[in-house]
């Protein structure tokens, strides 16, 4: 989900170097939802594991 980020992020900076204004931000949008989807996600899977017992 991160490497999608990182995608849609790299896709916004390219796009809105050649001008295409609608495409960057369209871009940008998907890139900061999967992000933080993947920041949610990454918090509550290390919650689980030290509920779990898991940190050694």
Do not use: E, N, P
Request: aromatic share 16%.
């Amino acid at each position: 989900m991160l490497y999608w980020a990182l995608v849609f992020f790299v896709v916004a900076l390219i796009a809105g170097v050649m001008g295409f204004g609608g495409i960057a931000s369209a871009s940008a949008g998907v890139a900061q939802i999967l992000f933080f989807l993947f920041l949610i996600l990454f918090v509550v899977a290390v919650v689980m594991r030290l509920a779990r017992g898991g940190a050694r």
